[in-house]
């Protein structure tokens, strides 16, 4: 057996306000190639299907246009859970539809642990997969009068552990042939490198979680969440697959991958990571002003055509005008996205925050209360309940 590991397509992101709908097109025809060429049997998506909690239609026809794509290839089961940006209701909906064809999708905690257990049979081989979501603090947690918030940060983080404790108690139960078991998850487990493209998606670090606090019955771990594939806590066995294309300039020192993992006589025998084809090309141009102009005739595109985009850091001072860099990029097809100016102040106030900003997506709610603190002469270094607080408040406003 054949299982195809995958995370994070964020499908419908936007990368400076630009659409990235033509490198997640082409994403999706690759990959349904790769499934349909190296004959995966299996695939496992671990959250961030979709980039918000509200899919455009665009968003959702590539979605459905994809699982239904899959039926005409050796791809007989498919497993989603959800992820911190995907709403719960929407992957859920057509839940009992896909499940006829052979998709299972969970994407919210569920009430008996045992509807996250899949006994997968293919080939004369069976697996079985403990399909995690991403634990919102609401489903796992409640609040008892009286308790103290370092109550509250334990009890969350040892009801996370607990939830693996028992989706390894229940796969056991059912595991009659001892059967190898991979769990799924959508979290932040220590150690592990981020971009600026994620989110933390825990309350301050309570949700963060290692290597070790996973149950060795498992015999993989595929995690979603972090955008650099990478394997936690040097444990081959527990990996994060990375987002399939680039959601930041800040992810363009690495591949992006998928992992394929083979099953023969109860065992899993290999694990490989895949280079995922770089569909854009991506330049993070640095210097002064005409070492950066002098590079342009070198930017160029690669085979599947797509226009490059620029990121360009000035080592200049923060009155330089930018103009020049515009008008001379006219003359080349690429897309300047993002100027920045290297000595710039690093810190702004929420006024000059507002005034740079073109659009208040650009506005990251942790960055402005950050900010006010700062006006205000509050040290959140020394008060770090407080900034657990406002990103528990956070998350309970995003998951409404």
């Given at each position: 057996m054949k299982i195809l590991h995958t995370a994070d397509w964020h499908l419908g992101h936007r990368l400076h306000e630009h659409s990235q709908l033509e490198e997640q097109t082409l994403f999706l025809a690759w990959i349904e190639n790769y499934i349909s060429n190296e004959k995966i049997d299996l695939l496992l998506i671990s959250g961030d299907v979709f980039d918000n909690g509200?899919?455009?239609?665009?968003?959702?026809?590539?979605?459905?246009?994809?699982?239904?794509?899959?039926?005409?290839?050796?791809?007989?089961?498919?497993?989603?859970?959800?992820?911190?940006?995907?709403?719960?209701?929407?992957?859920?909906?057509?839940?009992?539809?896909?499940?006829?064809?052979?998709?299972?999708?969970?994407?919210?905690?569920?009430?008996?642990?045992?509807d996250e257990v899949f006994e997968i049979n293919i080939n004369d081989e069976k697996v079985l997969i403990g399909a995690v979501p991403y634990l919102r603090d609401g489903d796992i947690r409640r609040a008892v009068a009286g308790e103290s918030f370092d109550d509250l940060t334990d009890k969350y983080k040892k009801a996370l552990i607990n939830h693996y404790q028992e989706i390894a108690i229940e796969s056991e139960k059912i595991n009659t042939s001892n059967a190898p078991v991979i769990a799924m998850g959508h979290l932040f487990a220590t150690g592990g490198s981020v971009s600026d493209s994620e989110q933390n998606i825990y309350v301050g670090t309570l949700g963060h979680i290692?290597?070790?606090?996973?149950?060795?019955?498992?015999?993989?771990?595929?995690?979603?969440?972090?955008?650099?594939?990478?394997?936690?806590?040097?444990?081959?066995?527990?990996?994060?697959?990375?987002?399939?294309?680039?959601?930041?300039?800040s992810e363009l020192t690495y591949d992006k991958k998928i992992i394929v993992l083979e099953i023969s006589a109860n065992k899993i025998t290999n694990i490989e990571d895949v280079i995922v084809p770089n569909f854009r090309e991506f330049y993070k141009l640095k210097?002064?002003?005409?070492?950066?102009?002098?590079?342009?005739?070198?930017?160029?595109?690669?085979?599947?055509?797509?226009?490059?985009?620029?990121?360009?850091?000035?080592?200049?001072?923060?009155t330089i005008q930018t103009d020049e860099l515009k008008i001379a990029s006219e003359l080349y097809d690429f897309e300047i996205l993002k100027i920045t100016l290297k000595n710039q102040r690093k810190i702004k106030g929420i006024e000059e925050l507002l005034a740079d900003a073109?659009?208040?997506?650009?506005?990251?709610?942790?960055?402005?209360?950050?900010?006010?603190?700062?006006?205000?002469?509050?040290?959140?270094?020394?008060?770090?309940?407080?900034?657990?607080?406002?990103?528990?408040?956070?998350?309970?406003?995003?998951?409404?």
């Open positions: 509200s899919p455009s239609n665009q968003s959702l026809a590539m979605y459905y246009n994809f699982l239904i794509k899959l039926k005409s290839t050796t791809c007989s089961q498919i497993i989603i859970t959800g992820g911190n940006h995907d709403s719960p209701g929407t992957l859920n909906a057509p839940k009992e539809l896909l499940n006829a064809l052979s998709i299972k999708v969970v994407g919210k905690a569920t009430e008996k642990i045992a290692g290597a070790s606090d996973f149950p060795t019955y498992f015999d993989y771990v595929a995690l979603g969440h972090l955008h650099r594939p990478q394997i936690v806590g040097e444990n081959d066995r527990i990996r994060y697959s990375g987002s399939p294309n680039i959601l930041s300039f210097g002064s002003m005409d070492d950066c102009i002098a590079k342009f005739p070198s930017i160029i595109s690669n085979s599947y055509q797509l226009k490059p985009w620029v990121e360009i850091v000035l080592d200049e001072d923060n073109t659009s208040i997506k650009e506005l990251v709610p942790t960055e402005v209360f950050k900010l006010k603190c700062e006006e205000m002469d509050f040290d959140l270094d020394q008060n770090q309940q407080v900034w657990d607080a406002f990103n528990e408040v956070l998350q309970a406003v995003k998951n409404q």
